[in-house]
């Protein structure tokens, strides 16, 4: 009767090298954007309900404002110090992994922008809900917004101007906002201004005027009287953003003045990570300023 062979035992030491090979560990930002990637499938998923696919968007838009704030942050800071090299087991350096990132959430938010469009709002729209373009809307729907523009929203508005002695202001992080490109009657040099749509107003405006639940966007009643905010002016072209803002805080715990040290963090987080703008879906650019949202 032979004895069975004795079983090898591999040195700790070739354990521990295999063990530290890259390839061998999933990058922890790009696992978090697959996970929202799930979140997506379900709003794609045509057995879930409509209303849900639609809340099923949301949850992915909330989940990728929330990762720029913190993640994407983070790695921002690390360039800001110079620092291009990775402690992490996937050893991915941040210049590296922003650019993945943003490869990454361009194919998301286009598939977004694509279920919303073209799988989600027709179905709402058969079962009377429905988001309506400006050539959509009646001469007594129009007036009906007219009225709301004038007596809700103009008196909350305060426009801001950018020129030499106007530098771009500071935006509130996830604030909806307004460019606006003007032009004096008489002169070629274009003009820019950003009007903020108001927080304290609903962002849906409801139109009682038909059957079912018709909404107008907020910001979309607001450019379409873009031309009484700006009397006598020439209006060239207007666009929505919102801005994403660092959000990542490092403080050491032993600071002597933590509200300075606070102060301090807040001004570096003047940089924005993330602007969304109206007709460009699909196409951030995660490693330092704007991409695209209707």
């Known amino acids: 009767m032979s004895e069975n062979p004795r079983t090898q035992i591999t040195p700790f030491t ?50 990728l404002e929330e990762f720029f704030m913190v993640r994407v942050g983070g790695l921002l800071q690390k360039l800001q110090a110079g620092i291009n090299v990775s402690n992490a087991a996937d050893r991915i350096p941040p210049r590296e992994l922003l650019q993945r990132i943003n490869l ?89 201004a950003v009007v903020q749509v108001p927080a304290v107003l609903q962002r849906f405006v409801p139109l009682p005027t038909r059957s079912g639940h018709c909404f107008v966007p907020l910001e979309r009643v607001i450019r379409m009287h873009l031309p009484e905010i700006f009397l006598g002016m020439e209006l060239m072209s207007s666009t929505t953003f919102q801005v994403i803002r660092n959000r990542e805080y490092e403080i050491d715990e032993e600071v002597e003045d933590l509200i300075k040290t606070m102060e301090e963090e807040q001004e570096a987080e003047e940089q924005a990570l993330r602007a969304e703008a109206e007709g460009l879906p699909g196409r951030p650019i995660g490693a330092g300023r704007s991409d695209a949202q209707a």
């Open 104 to 192: 990454l959430v361009q194919e998301l938010t286009a598939q977004q922008y694509h279920l919303l469009t073209n799988e989600i709002l027709p179905p709402l729209a058969k079962a009377g809900i429905q988001i309506l373009q400006v050539e959509e809307l009646t001469i007594e729907e129009r007036a009906h917004l007219h009225n709301f523009f004038t007596k809700q929203i103009l008196p909350v508005l305060t426009p801001l101007a950018i020129d030499p002695g106007h530098p771009f202001p500071h935006l509130s992080n996830k604030t909806l906002n307004l460019a606006v490109m003007l032009k004096r009657p008489g002169l070629m040099e274009p003009l820019f």
């Open 14 to 63: 070739e354990v521990a090298n295999r063990l530290d090979d890259p390839s061998l560990f999933i990058n922890r930002e790009l696992s978090w954007l697959e996970f929202n990637r799930r979140v997506l499938e379900e709003a794609a998923d045509p057995s879930v309900p409509v209303l849900e696919r639609l809340k099923f968007v949301s949850i992915f838009t909330s989940n």
